[in-house]
Structures are given as structure tokens and as C-alpha cells.
């Protein structure tokens, strides 16, 4: 009985240590990564910022879009702001759609944010960061994905789209992501 | 006229009366929910963290608590606002129900095996009691035996 005993213990000793091993190797494989260029752009569905209904990537297939993923908590995106404001207003009538994702952030701020900044164009949120950090890897704020009108990703910008060699790689991806 | 100045008070109280309505017995405070509380860039609870979105999130809580808001009902609108990964604790609810379960069962499927044990080992320890002497001799006992086998 003793050694039944003994040998029952070790059994569920050693499942443990694998089970343990086995969800090692579960996260190690399922570990969050930015889609790198050419990939498809992982699809979301994510509720408007403002409240009114949600947006499906999946719906904009054919158009070029950008992804701008950002929170209102997050200095560098206020200097970013206007410059993609701009950049919107100058590329929506030649097919391009931006898309803000607020992450990590109050409600209440993020639509402060959008306020305070005269930002036009549609804004999602993202509380939970699933999207964002589950499916775009995103580990900063800003960071922007330029996707083609195939759903491929044409650039990753990790960081403010502000300085002047940043933007021309920018328009230059816009470009691209309008002819693919 | 002095009825007059008693309706524009009046109608002044009324306007004032939200705005003034602030919370005086607040119903939670900011250091409990801070140890509650998450922040979602960095995993570590608000009191932990210094990042700018758990500053955000102490903000948001800092008002609700001016508004005389519930523990229950500022986590319900952080959870609504960024998911149940929120709260420092999983919810009693649901498949999250193993997480508060499952520690206890450990703890009383250990102290059950334990305590098996224990009393397992206790017993093998026991001396074998000594055989009882019948007082009869070897010669008696035999053939005693053999009489009661024939009886069977």
C-alpha cells in the first residue's frame, strides 16, 4: 500500500513538472510579435472612440489604410498629432483611411485627446490593448502600420511620425500602399 | 423686492446644487483601489507603478471617488473600459472561479495525502501483539484441534 502510495505521488509529481513545461513551451510559442512588412495585417474589430457602433479592418479591404496606435497619455503622440492630421486631410480624397487606436486609456481622455487636437479621422479604442498589443505587438506609443490595398503591411513606423526623414518614408509608403 | 431676491436665490441654489454636490463621505479611497487596480502597460498594480497610463487610470479614479462612486461601481467602468485584466484579482465568476478554488483544493488535497501518510506510518510502526498464551500445552492444543475438526 506504502509503495502504491509512493509511486502514485511521484506520477503526479512528474505530470506537474510537465505540465508546467508544457505551458513554458506554450508561451514561448505564443509570444507577441509585430507582423513584420509584407505580412497580412491581423484583423480587429474594435468599438469607435466615440461610442457610435465599431470598425472591421476587414471593411476597408481595397482602400489603403493607416493604423496609428496611441493613448492620450502618451507625450510624443500630441507632437505627432497634427502632422498626421495634415497628412489625412491631404491623402482621404485619394483613397487612404486612418485609423486612430486609442490603447491603455480612459475613455473620458482619449475623446479629450481627439477634442483638444482637431483630430477628424476615425478613432477606435482599444482598452484592453488585445488588438494592439495581442495581434500588433506594439510595445510603445505611437507606433503606425501603413497597410496596402491588398492588406499587406508596406511600413512599421515605431515611434512619432514628426521629424522630416520619418514623414518622407511615410508619404513614400502612402504611395506604395496605393498602388499595391 | 424682497421676494424677488428670494426667488434669484433661490433659482442660484438650484443651479449651484450639482456643482456643489460634492462628495463629502466618499464611499472608497484611491490608496485601496490603487492595490486593486492594474496598470496595463506595466502589470504591476497602480501603487507599483509610475507610468503614465496608471497615472491616467488614478486620475479617472480620483474622480469617481470625488462623485461619491462605489469600489464596485469605479471597477465595473474600469473593466468595461479596459477588461477584466484590470483587477489584481480574478472575478468571482465564471471559469476565473478556478483561480480562487483551485489553491484551496491544493491545500486540502495536500493535508489530505499528508495526514494519510501520517497515519499510515503510525500504524506500520505498531508492535505485533503478543500471542495470547491459551495455557494449554502442545500435546493438548493438537489434539483439541484435531477433536474439532472432526466435530466440523
Given at each position: 500500500?506504502?509503495?502504491?502510495?509512493?509511486?502514485?505521488?511521484?506520477?503526479?509529481?512528474?505530470?506537474?513538472?510537465?505540465?508546467?513545461?508544457?505551458?513554458?513551451?506554450?508561451?514561448?510559442?505564443?509570444?507577441?510579435?509585430?507582423?513584420?512588412?509584407?505580412?497580412?495585417?491581423?484583423?480587429?474589430?474594435?468599438?469607435?472612440?466615440?461610442?457610435?457602433?465599431?470598425?472591421?479592418?476587414?471593411?476597408?479591404?481595397?482602400?489603403?489604410?493607416?493604423?496609428?496606435f496611441?493613448?492620450?497619455?502618451?507625450?510624443?503622440?500630441?507632437?505627432?498629432?497634427?502632422?498626421?492630421?495634415?497628412?489625412?486631410?491631404?491623402?482621404?480624397?485619394?483613397?487612404?483611411?486612418?485609423?486612430?487606436v486609442?490603447f491603455h486609456?480612459?475613455?473620458?481622455?482619449?475623446?479629450?485627446?481627439?477634442?483638444?487636437?482637431?483630430?477628424?479621422?476615425?478613432?477606435?479604442?482599444d482598452?484592453?490593448g488585445d488588438v494592439t498589443s495581442g495581434r500588433y505587438?506594439i510595445?510603445?506609443?505611437?507606433?503606425?502600420?501603413?497597410?496596402?490595398?491588398?492588406?499587406?503591411?508596406?511600413?512599421?513606423?515605431?515611434?512619432?511620425?514628426?521629424?522630416?526623414?520619418?514623414?518622407?518614408?511615410?508619404?513614400?509608403?502612402?504611395?506604395?500602399?496605393?498602388?499595391? | 423686492?424682497?421676494?424677488?431676491?428670494?426667488?434669484?436665490?433661490?433659482?442660484?441654489?438650484?443651479?449651484?446644487?450639482?456643482?456643489?454636490?460634492?462628495?463629502?463621505?466618499?464611499?472608497?479611497?484611491?490608496?485601496?483601489?490603487?492595490?486593486?487596480?492594474?496598470?496595463?502597460?506595466?502589470?504591476?498594480?497602480?501603487?507599483?507603478?509610475?507610468?503614465?497610463?496608471?497615472?491616467?487610470?488614478?486620475?479617472?479614479?480620483?474622480?469617481?471617488?470625488?462623485?461619491?462612486?462605489?469600489?464596485?461601481?469605479?471597477?465595473?467602468?474600469?473593466?468595461?473600459?479596459?477588461?477584466?485584466?484590470?483587477?489584481?484579482?480574478?472575478?468571482?465568476?465564471?471559469?476565473?472561479?478556478?483561480?480562487?478554488?483551485?489553491?484551496?483544493?491544493?491545500?486540502?488535497?495536500?493535508?489530505?495525502?499528508?495526514?494519510?501518510?501520517?497515519?499510515?506510518?503510525?500504524?506500520?510502526?505498531?508492535?505485533?501483539?503478543?500471542?495470547?498464551?491459551?495455557?494449554?500445552?502442545?500435546?493438548?492444543?493438537?489434539?483439541?484441534?484435531?477433536?474439532?475438526?472432526?466435530?466440523?
Open positions: 500500500m506504502t509503495r502504491t502510495l509512493k509511486i502514485g505521488g511521484q506520477v503526479v509529481a512528474v505530470a506537474c513538472v510537465v505540465a508546467l513545461l508544457v505551458l513554458l513551451l506554450w508561451r514561448l510559442t505564443h509570444q507577441e510579435h509585430a507582423p513584420k512588412v509584407g505580412a497580412q495585417a491581423p484583423g480587429f474589430t474594435l468599438r469607435m472612440l466615440s461610442g457610435n457602433g465599431t470598425l472591421d479592418l476587414a471593411s476597408l479591404r481595397g482602400k489603403a489604410v493607416v493604423l496609428n496611441w493613448a492620450s497619455w502618451c507625450v510624443p503622440c500630441k507632437a505627432e498629432a497634427p502632422k498626421l492630421e495634415r497628412a489625412w486631410q491631404q491623402y482621404r480624397s485619394r483613397g487612404v483611411v486612418f485609423v486612430g486609442d486609456d480612459v475613455t473620458r481622455d482619449g475623446r479629450r485627446f481627439v477634442a483638444a487636437h482637431g483630430l477628424t479621422f476615425p478613432m477606435v479604442e482598452g484592453s505587438g510595445t510603445q506609443a505611437p507606433e503606425t502600420y501603413v497597410v496596402g490595398r491588398d492588406g499587406k503591411i508596406v511600413l512599421h513606423i515605431p515611434g512619432p511620425i514628426v521629424d522630416a526623414a520619418t514623414l518622407a518614408r511615410f508619404r513614400a509608403a502612402l504611395t506604395t500602399a496605393l498602388r499595391s | 423686492m424682497r421676494l424677488r431676491v428670494l426667488a434669484v436665490a433661490v433659482a442660484a441654489l438650484a443651479l449651484a446644487g450639482p456643482a456643489a454636490a460634492a462628495c463629502t463621505q466618499p464611499k472608497t479611497s484611491l490608496s485601496y483601489l490603487e492595490g486593486q487596480v492594474m496598470c496595463p502597460t506595466c502589470h504591476t498594480t497602480l501603487d507599483q507603478s509610475d507610468a503614465p497610463a496608471a497615472r491616467a487610470i488614478e486620475a479617472q479614479i480620483s474622480r469617481r471617488i470625488a462623485q461619491c462612486w462605489t469600489a464596485g461601481q469605479i471597477e465595473d467602468e474600469l473593466v468595461a473600459n479596459f477588461g477584466e485584466g484590470i483587477l489584481a484579482a480574478p472575478p468571482h465568476k465564471g471559469f476565473d472561479l478556478l483561480a480562487w478554488w483551485l489553491p484551496l483544493g491544493g491545500v486540502l488535497a495536500g493535508a489530505a495525502i499528508l495526514g494519510f501518510g501520517v497515519w499510515r506510518w503510525s500504524r506500520s510502526r505498531e508492535p505485533d501483539p503478543e500471542p495470547v498464551p491459551s495455557g494449554l500445552d502442545d500435546e493438548t492444543e493438537r489434539r483439541l484441534d484435531d477433536l474439532l475438526a472432526r466435530l466440523d
